[in-house]
């Protein structure tokens, strides 16, 4: 997990050009010394197509860098710090001059690999903003197209023109590995390790750069299906039965330990569209603005109590948790990071923790007769 938070904290938006970033002309050798930094320091462990997925602030990417030091392991002297915080915030915050423009240019990566990724593919767009994960995959639509010419070589007999799957092979916009993928990072593994394609070519021969490629290819066919995009129509989703729907609500699903249809889901079918009461019934957090492993949402945002063995609990809204380091910043601002030990006590408070599990038993007809019920909550 922390590969992947590092390989999203480190990813370049790009409109699909290969070009090297266009450097100011009233400060070129500046610009150039601190593209050089940045590459230098960050380039160690990630390629430099894997950079800055989404704009930070001044503190966002302080606090990145600060924890790629501490927690990661990432090697930076002082001086790279403030180089590299100063590129950062000059190309990638949303303030920007380049973010205002609406994209970068390419970033050309050790090796002369190109830049990998970039905006939403502009012929179709994708999600809305701040749909999905905070690391979610930024489509390159030039390396969309030629990531479809691989999949029609390989991949689509048995994964089908939509990526949907067939007899043959799974639906790859519900893959488990695929949603997890960010530019080849779960695919490309697979691959290496053998994995059937239709011209009975290995595999393993793929290259890292038609990886990549294949992975922009079926993300790109993946946001097809979101809001957001051109291609996207939403379809009558209101299937399932009331009646039902409440039984679930009250009985199996729980909700009526939380919720109430005359208390805070009072009007709620009249507030919310059909789409827009499924997104928020089966992935709330998403829908609160919540990011997980990067802040969340100020209004119910998920908290840790971390208390070092021997010594005082610290708790504050979660920024990053994973096997070997925790990290939260307190009331006051101030950014915490340790390394987890076996006598430290680790608790989490996440609010949307009921919906979570429910996922894990959550049939699709539960799900349609659940949106129903409240729908008809006027």
């Keep these: 997990m922390g590969l992947l938070l590092f390989g999203a904290i480190l990813t370049v938006l790009t409109p699909g050009s290969a070009q090297e970033p266009v450097i100011p002309a009233s400060a070129p050798a500046a610009a150039a010394n601190a593209r050089e930094a940045f590459l230098r320091a960050c380039t160690k462990c990630h390629p430099a197509d894997r950079v800055t997925a989404q704009p930070r602030t001044r503190a966002g990417w302080e606090e990145s860098i600060v924890n790629m030091r501490t ?32 994209g970068r240019q ?39 197209e030629r990531g479809q010419k691989t999949y029609a070589a390989e991949c689509v007999t048995c994964h089908g023109p939509s990526v949907r799957g067939t007899e043959r092979g799974p639906n790859l916009v519900r893959s488990a590995v695929m949603l997890r993928d960010r530019y080849g990072s779960s695919i490309g593994p697979l691959l290496r390790q ?9 595999s393993a021969s793929l290259t890292d750069e038609a990886i990549t490629d ?8 993946i946001n097809d299906t979101l809001r957001g995009s051109r291609v996207f129509v939403p379809q009558d989703i209101l299937t399932g039965d009331p009646k039902a729907g409440a039984t679930y609500f009250r009985g199996e699903g729980g909700c009526a330990s939380c919720h109430s249809p005359t208390g805070d889901l009072a009007g709620y079918g009249g ?43 610290v708790s504050g809204v979660l920024v990053s948790l994973d096997d070997f380091n925790v990290a939260l910043r307190e009331g006051a601002g101030e950014y915490r990071t340790w390394r987890r030990t076996p006598g430290m006590v680790v608790e989490k408070q996440d609010p949307f923790t009921p919906h979570v599990e429910l996922l894990d038993r959550l049939t699709d007809k539960a799900m349609h007769d659940v949106v129903a019920y409240l729908e008809s909550l006027k």
């Design 271 to 313: 507030r919310y569209s059909p789409v827009d009461i499924q997104q928020r019934f089966v992935f709330p957090g998403a829908s609160a603005g919540a990011r997980r492993g990067g802040g969340a949402s100020s209004a119910r945002p998920v908290t840790v109590t971390v208390t070092p063995e021997g010594a005082q609990p």
């Design 71 to 102: 927690a990661r392991g990432a090697v930076f002297t002082d001086d790279e710090v403030a180089t590299v915080l100063e590129y950062l915030v000059s190309e990638h915050s949303p303030d920007s001059p380049a973010q205002a423009a609406g």
């Design 194 to 202: 053998g994995h059937p394609m239709q011209t009975g070519t290995p």
């Design 106 to 144: 390419g970033m050309q990566g050790e090796g002369g690999r190109a830049g990998g990724r970039g905006g939403q593919a502009a012929g179709r767009g994708g999600p809305r903003p701040n749909v999905g994960a905070a690391d979610r995959h930024r489509v390159d639509e030039v390396a969309a």
């Design 214 to 221: 294949l992975s922009h290819f079926i993300w790109h066919r």
